[in-house]
């Protein structure tokens, strides 16, 4: 279970919530497809955390291409700025957006394993997990 901090991060949280109840199910794209065609769907239902550093982070979200190189926002597929940096990367369990730099937030998330003070000020964090932290420790096994 995820808290959400919609007072400090209301779009990040919508974006967030968005992808997790949508009904449909990500698919992986297909080998050898046409080039330029997608057929991904804004979900997170069916991803997978496709980056698990033990000790710092498990990472997922991408619904796009399932490796870490995909997935855009829930309303345009595309990036979102940065909101708020007031939450800290101050322990285990801080739900916080993966980016490839300022203001370029989409799908893609991480929960940290650990105090991660070195994120703080480069990626939004916007929830904490308040129960099932035993399965995130866990994923690095």
């Known amino acids: 279970v995820i808290e959400l901090n919609t007072d400090l991060c209301p779009k990040t949280c919508r974006n967030f919530a968005a992808l997790c109840s949508s009904s449909e199910t990500a698919r992986r794209p297909v080998k050898g497809g046409v080039a330029g065609e997608r057929n991904a769907v804004r979900t997170y239902r069916g991803t997978e955390f496709h980056r698990i550093i033990p000790k ?3 990472q997922g979200g991408d619904y796009e291409n399932f490796d870490g190189s995909g997935g855009g926002c829930y309303e345009t597929g595309g ?3 940065d909101e ?3 939450i800290k990367h101050d322990a285990e369990g801080i739900v916080s957006m993966a980016n ?4 370029t937030n989409g799908s893609q998330f991480f929960i940290t394993l650990a105090k991660s003070s070195h994120l703080d000020g480069k990626h939004v964090a916007f929830g904490k997990v308040i129960k099932g932290m035993d399965v995130v420790r866990d994923m690095p096994r």
């Open 100 to 103: 490839k730099g300022r203001n």
């Open 56 to 58: 710092f982070m498990v």
């Open 79 to 81: 990036t979102f700025s």
């Open 84 to 86: 708020s940096f007031q």
